[in-house]
């Protein structure tokens, strides 16, 4: 199942986190007609795109002391939240 998290105004959700592996169209659509939240990565290559938030780029570093740079990116193909990784 998926992992908890509290939303904006303190309630208990949960979110799907799936790797590309089981990220399939059909599981996609699943959990979209079921009103989950998720979290995944698509082994798909989104080739138009537009930068968002005024190129605004947010760095992490993981456990292994690496950089990973992420911005928010438009596909316009819907209304999900893509990163450039």
Known sequence: MGNRYRDSIGLAKTVEVMDAD????????????????????TRSTIKNYLLQGERKEVAVINRLKRKISLQKVSCGKDDDYYLKI
């Open 22 to 41: 089981i990220a399939t169209e059909s599981n996609f659509a699943l959990l979209k007609e079921k009103g989950y939240d998720y979290l995944f990565v």
